[in-house]
């Protein structure tokens, strides 16, 4: 019930930024967390961060801490993941995703239930 819909990949060089956003539409819960995940070809989905609905608390993967950053804005339903110092590793398609339970520590991509058609971001070396 709930759609989500990623936007703002692109190209970019290594070093550069990105944000990239996933607004949400139809049936939402304050009690869910969103997650972001990413997934490169031939390679297993990743997990990269969550934050609870109520953006009291966010949680990354190593290797993405202190370079991204999740945010909301509540008003336009929309969570966004600011990307800065991106590497070529970076490069795969991102999701995000639902997680029907409020915490953002969950990493299982079989534990969010809605997910985005996710948006393409390649790095450059």
């Known amino acids: 019930q709930v759609q989500l819909a990623e936007s703002g990949g692109g190209l970019v060089q290594a070093g550069g930024s990105l944000r990239l956003s996933c607004a949400a539409s139809?049936?939402?819960?304050?009690?869910?967390?969103m997650g972001w995940f990413r997934q490169a070809p031939g390679k297993e989905r990743e997990f990269v961060g969550a934050?609870?609905?109520?953006?009291?608390?966010?949680y990354y993967t190593d290797s993405v801490k202190g370079r991204f950053t999740i945010s909301r804005d509540s008003a336009k339903n929309t969570v966004y993941l600011q990307m800065n110092s991106l590497k070529p590793e970076d490069t795969a398609t991102y999701y995000c995703?639902?997680?029907?339970?409020?915490?953002?520590?969950?990493?299982?991509?079989?534990?969010?239930?809605?997910w985005g058609q996710g948006t393409q971001v390649t790095v450059s070396s």
């Open positions: 934050i609870n609905w109520s953006s009291t608390v966010a």
């Open positions: 139809g049936r939402t819960f304050s009690s869910y967390a």
């Open positions: 995703a639902t997680n029907p339970r409020g915490g953002p520590f969950n990493t299982d991509f079989r534990q969010y239930s809605s």
